[in-house]
């Protein structure tokens, strides 16, 4: 049963890895003559990053799944509000929440040193995800390249088309969903959760109110973040492993250890339990089939060709 199992989501991955690519334009070759230092400036400058604070690995990530989710991957979600536009950043999902610009600003500025105007902010994006990812234990991939920058935000589909940590199971696989994601690449994806924190405010209900939550680890929470007050407390997602890309995350749902309901509603008696339990048991697989998902996730309605552009600066439309 286990080795079927195994053979069926290898299969699907490697699969919708080929249609996905095939079907968005985009390759690994990319930048090979136009900008052949790029994988180098960027692996750099994010080892940089997450020796100084390990949790960059994390923060990046969660950017790079933010703005995939508004639009696609466009790196719209890294534009400025100005006098006349509104974009992503303060959205409810993001407000005080999303961070790590200054790590894509800084990779923009040496990319553009060594390749002016020929590598955009969303492609940066994609790679210092993938790097962060591995400088904390966790699989690598190779990245389609090709993706152009948008020349617009959405606040109101950031505020929409994100889930937010109370989202129940029901709605996380529609949300997916519609983004061409199954509901097995939205159970892998989640596993990203193993590294990183998140504000007591978007896990206070989770445990104070729960039932489905072990007693000693809602006691443990519980003291950094009181029923009022306290919003911005940090507490890991992974107690476990907290700067370690590992399957510690899908060990601590089958122990009622989620942090977030949305986290926890993966192993609640529903249609996820046994994907959950196959990744709590195989590290290997969940590197794997998160390493293809995260492909697909990244071939969500690129701008390629004449569409968009090739942002100078990261922050502001040219």
């Known amino acids: 049963m286990a080795s079927s199992f195994t053979h069926f989501f290898v299969t699907l991955s490697i699969v919708s890895l080929f249609v996905c690519s095939a079907n968005k334009q985009l390759s690994p070759n990319f930048y090979a003559a136009t900008c052949p230092t790029l994988p180098t400036i960027v692996r750099n400058a994010m080892s940089q990053a997450v020796n100084r604070e390990k949790r960059l690995g994390a923060s990046i990530l969660r950017l790079f799944f933010h703005d995939c989710f508004v639009n696609g991957c466009d790196a719209s979600i890294l534009l400025d509000d100005t006098a006349t536009f509104t974009g992503e950043k303060k959205a409810r999902p993001n407000r005080n929440s999303v961070r790590g610009f200054k790590v894509i600003d800084t990779i923009k500025t040496r990319v553009e040193h060594a390749c002016k105007a020929t590598v955009s902010c969303a492609d940066i994006l994609a790679l210092a995800t993938r790097d962060g990812v591995v400088l904390l234990g966790g699989p690598s991939w190779t990245v389609p390249l090709g993706r152009r920058d ?72 519980r003291a950094n973040c009181p029923v009022s007050g306290g919003n911005s407390n940090l507490a890991p997602l992974d107690k476990q492993t907290p700067n370690r890309f590992d399957n510690s995350y899908y060990q601590n749902l089958v122990a009622q250890r989620g942090l977030l309901h949305s986290d926890q509603v993966l192993f ?51």
């Open 150 to 221: 948008a020349r617009r935000a959405s606040q109101s589909a950031a505020n929409s088309q994100l889930p937010t940590p109370f989202s129940n199971l029901s709605t996380l696989i529609s949300m997916f969903s519609a983004k061409g994601l199954s509901a097995r690449d939205m159970t892998v994806l989640s596993g990203g959760h193993t590294i990183g924190q998140a504000q007591c405010f978007t896990f206070r209900s989770r445990i104070y109110n729960d039932t489905k939550i072990a007693p000693n680890f809602a006691a443990t929470r």
């Open 268 to 318: 609640n008696g529903g249609s996820q339990d046994a994907l959950v339990r196959f990744y709590s048991n195989n590290d290997a697989a969940f590197s794997r089939d998160f390493a293809a998902a995260m492909v697909r996730m990244g071939n969500i309605r690129p701008l390629t060709g004449t569409n968009g552009e090739i942002r100078r600066n990261c922050r502001v439309v040219n």
